[in-house]
């Protein structure tokens, strides 16, 4: 609200000359139980008038009434101006900005940004941790494009390392020739299945070897499963051609499982990274930092970059015997990420296990004086949690996201036909419809909590044609939509309305005006959670606003005509909003 701003500073300015910035101005929505739209609070403006709260209060908002247009009355409750704005000025809005088609979108701002997420194993297949990562990722670039930036989305691929050597070894010597088309499995399941074979036989052998007397240290370490997978990493690396043909034929039954699950999912990605092409990177910024002093040596020759200074510690950039660690592959993909696509922000969508990591990546390209390390920022989320306890990979316990997807549809499938909402649905519309709402549930969800919080996801409780889910958003697009269809005209234009609005359509108007603001926001804040609520209280108020005011029964044409068109622009806006989140929304249910 530009124009309370400046009037409030005029206002400042006229009775008690003074001067004030804009930014000086604390504006908050009206609390639901006063009358008005937007309150100033007057507490930090006391100190210019020199008068109470109140009549501080008082003085701004008789100001504001006279001089502007868009005020219609004011009240104060202690500390707080609450204004009115005028009906005039909101249908003014309504009919210039929000029954717009493009109302909400942004125009490019030359910017250009890169949102790295999903980064799987090809050991295994996504779990709900990944999908977590992937729906956040998804809809942060969603988010950031509707706001303006042209935006790169990438997925570094984890495809080597022991992991994936484990997986690899126990298929050769437990896997008699199975494939993804011998055995029926998708070619993540059947890869990931082996892996668990890996650490089942692994377990066996440490307790044999610990039944002859070794320690369980020892035994870990002599296990003849691990040092044949260590033996087997070590080829390739070396280049192995039987160990290289066996790792691209597994890799590729992977990505060909991963892909099936984007796409149920609704994720994509603009580019691939893999780590057998990027683990040898970042030797040479290891060189430049030696160079610069950047890094030290110590005597068994590894590269140590001392931050103790920063309030942390020590840390291993590149081993004695010049093999990379994690970070010397960071750096170096950091790097090329910059030159590939000159990025002035890349997010790195990681959960918040590797806080440390991303802290100290960060840091360390600032001191290599890499000029666009400013942009780097890592997107924290917490770790989901289910009902039934943590997930374990290696044990097989994980919520495999397949087997979670098709649980959600299949409750979203039970719960629509208890409620009896695919009257009049052909048979391929209702599985439609139960994928559209059990993966709706599923996503916002995840996305409505703030990406840094733990949740705990219970699948029973998001698919709820009531509560504050998916669904609830779903149906009432689907209700709007039906109000829509239901009239005998689509022309809903109007000169004026020839009555008050209502409070519930005062409430819908302003709704729907923060829409822009709610985008800028969650771009700035990386937070579909923004969205998400914002979304959920328009489809309250919506809902409030149908139940107190007749749409289609109302005589007077004119006043007709704006109901529907408030219908349409929040049908709109509702759709805009869960497409963000990379939630479909039903024309019918």
Request: hydrophobic letters at 40%; glycine letters at 12%; proline letters at 1%.
């Given at each position: 609200m530009d124009f309370i701003l400046k009037g409030t500073v005029e206002a400042v300015k006229a009775l008690y000359n003074t001067e004030i910035k804009e930014s000086d101005i604390a504006l908050q929505e009206t609390r639901k139980e006063f009358d008005g739209e937007i309150t100033v609070v007057t507490f930090p403006l006391t100190r210019l008038s020199r008068k109470t709260p109140e009549q501080t209060g008082n003085e701004i908002g008789e100001y504001l009434v006279s001089h502007l247009s868009e005020v219609a009355g004011f009240s104060v409750i202690k500390g707080f101006l609450n204004i009115v704005l005028s009906e005039e000025f909101l249908l003014k809005i309504f009919k210039e900005q929000l029954v717009k088609e493009n109302f909400?979108?942004?125009?490019?701002?030359?910017?250009?940004?890169?949102?790295?997420y999903s980064s799987p194993n090809t050991n295994k297949p996504l779990h709900l941790?990944?999908?977590?990562?992937?729906?956040?990722?998804?809809?942060?670039?969603?988010?950031?494009?509707?706001?303006?930036?042209?935006?790169?989305?990438?997925?570094?691929?984890?495809?080597?390392?022991?992991?994936i050597c484990k997986s690899m070894l126990a298929w050769q010597k437990f896997g008699q020739g199975e494939t993804p088309e011998s055995t029926g499995l998708k070619g993540d399941k059947l890869v990931g299945n082996y892996y668990v074979i890996f650490d089942k036989e692994y377990k066996k052998e440490i307790e044999e070897l610990k039944a002859q007397g070794q320690s369980e240290e020892d035994a870990k370490k002599n296990a003849p499963l691990i040092n044949e997978a260590r033996q087997m990493l070590q080829k390739w690396e070396a280049g192995d051609e039987g160990v290289i043909s066996l790792w691209k034929t597994m890799n590729s039954w992977v990505y060909a499982g991963f892909?099936?699950?984007?796409?149920?999912?609704?994720?994509?990605?603009?580019?691939?990274y893999y780590e057998s092409d990027t683990y040898l990177l970042g030797k040479d910024i290891i060189e430049e930092g030696l160079e610069k002093g950047v890094f030290f040596k110590k005597e068994d020759n590894s590269v140590w970059i001392d931050l103790t200074t920063e309030g942390l510690d020590e840390k291993l950039v590149l081993r004695g015997d010049g093999t990379s660690v994690y970070i010397t592959q960071d750096l170096g993909t950091a790097e090329l990420k910059y030159k590939d696509f000159n990025v002035e922000e890349s997010i790195y969508v990681v959960g918040n296990e590797q806080d440390y990591h991303f802290k100290v990546?960060?840091?360390?390209?600032?001191?290599?004086g890499k000029s666009w390390?400013?942009?780097?920022?890592?997107?924290s989320y917490g770790m989901v949690d289910l009902p039934s306890g943590k997930m374990k990979s290696r044990e097989g316990t994980v919520v495999d996201a397949d087997d979670l997807i098709r649980e959600m549809v299949d409750t979203a499938r039970k719960r629509t036909e208890e409620l009896g909402k695919t009257e009049g649905f052909s048979d391929a519309e209702k599985e439609h419809l139960y994928n559209m709402i059990g993966l709706g549930a599923l996503k916002y969800f995840l996305l409505k909590v703030e990406p840094k919080k733990r949740l705990l996801f219970d699948p029973n409780e998001s698919i709820d044609f009531q509560g504050h889910t998916g669904p609830f958003i779903q149906y009432t697009h689907a209700r709007i939509r039906s109000v829509i269809n239901k009239a005998s005209h689509k022309d809903f234009s109007f000169s004026e309305i020839g009555s008050s609005l209502s409070s519930s359509e005062r409430e819908l108007v302003m709704s729907l005006y923060k829409y822009p603001e709610v985008i800028s926001a969650a771009a700035k804040e990386h937070s579909p959670a923004l969205v998400a609520n914002y979304t959920y209280e328009l489809a309250k108020l919506y809902n409030k606003f149908y139940h107190e005011e007749p749409i289609l029964k109302v005589e007077e044409q004119q006043l007709m005509n704006f109901r529907l068109a408030l219908s349409q622009s929040t049908a709109s806006v509702i759709k805009k909003s869960m497409k963000l989140l990379g939630i479909e929304v039903p024309e019918k249910m």
């Open positions: 909400g979108e942004g125009q490019p701002n030359g910017k250009k940004v890169m949102v790295e941790g990944h999908v977590r990562n992937n729906l956040l990722g998804f809809s942060v670039a969603e988010i950031l494009s509707a706001e303006g930036f042209e935006v790169v989305k990438a997925n570094l691929v984890n495809d080597r390392g022991i992991h892909d099936e699950t984007y796409n149920k999912l609704g994720v994509s990605f603009d580019k691939y990546l960060f840091l360390i390209l600032d001191k290599l390390a400013k942009g780097l920022y890592h997107l």
